[in-house]
């Protein structure tokens, strides 16, 4: 996926009203990756993943400059993300140089 993309992707997320309750995985990966998220692992069998970047270590809530994700565990709804990581999501997008500021 191309950072442009993502960047419209992720300001389609952050603008929504209400903010969205579940976020698809793959969509996640790619968008988080594009926008210069690094993977550092996935853990758990494939049900959570860490990502890093640079402007997440300004904030408090990330400790280390990490994002802890998770996948939803429900019967038919493993390729999304939970509420919870939702947001963490959300506030980690609002959080970085290329989005923040539009």
Excluded: C
């Excluded at 389609?12 to 698809?24: A, E, G, T, V």
């Excluded at 990966?29 to 860490?50: M, N, P, W």
């Excluded at 400790?63 to 390729?79: D, E």
């Amino acid at each position: 996926m191309s950072p442009e993309k993502a960047k419209k992707i992720a300001h389609l997320w952050l603008s929504q009203s209400p903010k969205p309750n579940s976020l698809d995985v793959k969509e996640v990966v790619d968008v988080l990756t594009a926008l210069g998220f690094s993977l550092k692992r996935k853990v758990e069998q494939d049900t959570g993943y860490i990502f890093e970047h640079s402007s997440l270590k300004t904030d408090p809530n990330f400790a280390f400059g990490a994002m802890y994700i998770f996948v939803n565990h429900a019967k038919n709804k493993k390729s999304t993300i939970l509420i919870g990581s939702v947001k963490v999501i959300l506030k980690a997008l609002s959080l970085h140089p290329d989005l923040k500021n539009e």
